[in-house]
Each structure stands twice: as C-alpha cells, then as structure tokens.
C-alpha cells in the first residue's frame, strides 16, 4: 500500500469520527431541548395550586418526569385517576415525601464547579418551613404519618446501592422543635441481641411508625439487615436479614422491601417482596423484575414503586400478598405520596 493511500484512508477515518461525534453531540443537544418541550403523546400538565391536605378527595402527588416546561416538579393527581391531567405545584424535588400537612423535599443546588444538596421541609402549600443541608446525593426521603418526623437517606460516596462501594448518611428530623439527628450510624446497635459496633455501619431508607419507633436497613460485614429504631433511646434494633429500603404497611404489620435473590444480575439484584412483622414469614409479590426503589403502601394491601421508563421513570403497582399481576400505574413519574 503506498504512503498516498495510507493517508487517504487515515483522513477518511478522522472525517467519519468527526461525523459520528458532531452528530451524537446535535442528538444529546437536540434531545435536552425537548426537555422543554411538551411530549406529544405524554400526560397533560398544567400549573395550579397543590396542597397536602387536599378538598377534592384522595390525591397522588409525584414528582413529575414528563418532558417539558414542569418537568421535575412535584405534581397532583386524583388518587383514582392517576392517568388524567398533573397539576404542576412550581416546585422542583428530587426525592419528595409527604403526610399529614408536612412535606420534605430533597433539591439539587447547581453551581459553577459542583452541585450541592439540600433537604426542605415544606408546609401544606408548599412553602419552606426550615432546610438543612445535605451531605450527599438524594436517595430516599419519609415523613411520619403525623408529619412531625421527616427522614432523609444520601449518598455520600457512590450512587447505587447495587454493588459495594457506596457510603449513605441518613437523618431525621423533628418538625417541632427543628432538632435533627444528622447521623442515624451514631445510635446504640443492637444486634442478634448483643451491643454491636463496627466501622462499616451503614443506615438507610427509613419509614416510620409514629413519632418515636421507625423502621430502616443496617448494613454492615456485606449484610443488610431490617432494623428497629427508637428516636428518644437512639437505638438500632436487628429483626430480620436480607432487607433493604423497607416500607411499613399502614396498619404497621407489615413491611415491603427489596431483597437480594440468588442467581439474579449483580448489577440488578433486588426483587419486591413482603415481610409479616409478627411471623417473620416473607411473600414474594407477583412483580419479577428488578426494583431499585422504596415502594409506597396506596393502601393496605396495594404496593406502588418505580421501575424504568422513556422518560426516566414510570410508576407500577402489584398486591402486597403475592397474588395479581404488576401493572403500571403512572407514566413518567417517581417518588409518589398519597394524601387524603
């Protein structure tokens, strides 16, 4: 091959590499433009007053992932039609959570060089009643069901849960007194029914009972475990191995979570199942995909959870005790909370 056609080929290369990259950089440009825009075939969204006590009956708010002008806001919907028209709130959250006339929303506050992260505790329309700052990248948020507690779960290092390499910090909150524990790992373990201390204590995904008991996960020596937590004796108690990102029921028998299966993708490891707090038995629900998420009780015998979607994510539903089908529920939505 002469020198002539050596450089005729390396010159063809570079044009056809410059052409991809230019038109990958015009399909990433064109495709964060129709952020903006209103998906055609996508819910309607409209802007209007939200509250969380709400007068038209039971209400679903979301943060809303539909593309367009409100795309991240926390939205509403009627409970029993959760495909109709999104009343956009204003307000941007990452994770979001609600009850009670209390809400806490978790935001992302851009700078020049970095992001950095924030947890507001919002009033009943969604007015700041106090924040606080957040150590890390948004993961889980709850308030209890009297809204005087709110909870929050980070990444401090790492943005998944699925391998290894990940640090959270969890805190809860007193909507009262604005007293917080910023740090669950600092609370007494106990665990198997002995003190426990270890370095790799970590704690997330809270859900409460009332104002003083609240549920969560402790992992630590590559386990994870349900724990039992106290507010007022700080305390961490081991109940149950193999759970993550619990969710109590609402008459507090029992709880939903993801569990780790075996022979499962290691980078999808985690299926939805249900444990019955007295029996200890757990109920594989119906859904059989992978689900990365702290579902949400709609009532008590109904999960709701996110899955992923076109647009980011969209929103399932399965029964709690194994029977049925999972269906999706909302398109284009993440974080729910039922009102009302």
Request: with cysteine.
């Amino acid at each position: 091959m002469t020198r002539t056609a050596r450089l005729m080929i390396l010159l063809t290369a570079v044009l056809l590499l410059g052409a991809v990259g230019t038109g990958a950089v015009l399909h990433a440009a064109h495709r964060a433009g129709q952020r903006d825009e209103q998906q055609a075939d996508g819910p309607a969204v409209r802007t209007g007053d939200v509250s969380l006590r709400p007068a038209d009956g039971r209400t679903l708010l979301v943060r809303n992932l539909a593309w367009g002008p409100h795309r991240d806001e926390i939205a509403a919907v009627p409970a029993g039609a959760p495909d109709g028209p999104r009343t956009a709130s204003g307000v941007k959250c990452l994770r979001f959570h609600a009850a009670a006339g209390t809400a806490v929303c978790l935001q992302a506050v851009h700078g020049a060089l970095e992001d950095t992260y924030r947890a507001v505790v919002l009033d009943a329309h969604l007015r700041e009643r106090h924040r606080f700052p957040a150590a890390g990248i948004p993961t889980r948020a709850r308030v209890s069901p009297s809204g005087h507690l709110v909870a929050w779960t980070v990444f401090v290092s790492g943005d998944s849960y699925a391998g290894t390499d990940f640090s959270t910090r969890t805190a809860v909150v007193d909507t009262r007194t604005w007293r917080i524990e910023d740090n669950l790992e600092t609370f007494r373990v106990v665990k198997d029914g002995r003190p426990y201390r270890a370095a790799d204590v970590n704690i997330w995904g809270v859900t409460f009972a009332d104002d003083t008991r609240f549920y969560a996960t402790l992992a630590t020596g590559g386990h994870t475990y349900l724990v039992r937590g106290d507010v007022t004796a700080r305390t961490l108690t081991t109940l149950h191995a193999n759970v993550e990102c619990p969710s109590l029921s609402p008459d507090g028998t029992r709880v939903a979570y993801k569990k780790r299966v075996r022979g499962a993708p290691a980078d999808a490891p985690w299926r939805l199942y249900v444990l019955d707090l007295r029996t200890m038995r757990e109920t594989p629900t119906a859904e059989r995909r992978d689900v990365d998420d702290q579902a949400l009780w709609a009532d008590r015998a109904t999960l709701v959870y996110a899955l992923p979607g076109d647009y980011g994510s969209d929103l399932w539903t399965v029964p709690a005790d194994g029977t049925g089908t999972a269906r999706r529920l909302m398109a284009s939505a993440v974080a729910p909370a039922y009102l009302g």
